[in-house]
């Protein structure tokens, strides 16, 4: 697997399309990060991090009715095309309804939090 996270944003994806209540991916610190990220802006209910050495993830979804709470989800930097941008350049998700990820200095958050510290970074995706 070249792009873990393009991997799991796929799987987040193709989950809400099935209505699935959650899914197993494997787990990385970032995952992790951006599993947290969506807990906190309330795209996913909850996640856990189960077992030994080969850790597993599960990220339980979130439904409103029949449809899904994530609209979208968008991978931005890529591993053959990075994008970075400056503390004034971060971009708003659909006018301020959807959440950037930023992978900063201080770790991994959303575009606001990024703009408030005064922090730029990698814009790792959009999620709306």
């Known amino acids: 697997m070249n792009d873990p996270i393009s991997d799991m944003l796929a799987r987040i994806r193709n989950a809400n399309r099935a209505l699935l209540p959650a899914i197993e991916l494997p787990h990385s610190k970032m995952k992790e990060s951006i ?12 996640f856990a991090v189960e077992g030994k050495v ?4 599960k990220l339980k979804l979130k439904y409103q009715g029949k ?6 989800l968008r991978r931005l930097s890529t591993p053959g095309l990075r994008r970075y941008v400056g ?6 998700v659909r006018g301020g309804l959807g959440v950037a990820v930023l992978s900063t200095s201080e770790g991994l958050m959303t575009g606001t939090q990024a703009r408030k510290k005064n922090l730029g970074g990698e814009l790792i995706c959009y999620v709306w």
């Open 35 to 46: 599993a947290g990220i969506l807990k906190r802006e309330g795209y996913i209910t909850d």
């Open 54 to 57: 080969p850790r597993i993830m």
């Open 67 to 72: 449809k899904s709470v994530i609209e979208g």
């Open 87 to 92: 503390s004034t350049e971060i971009p708003r």
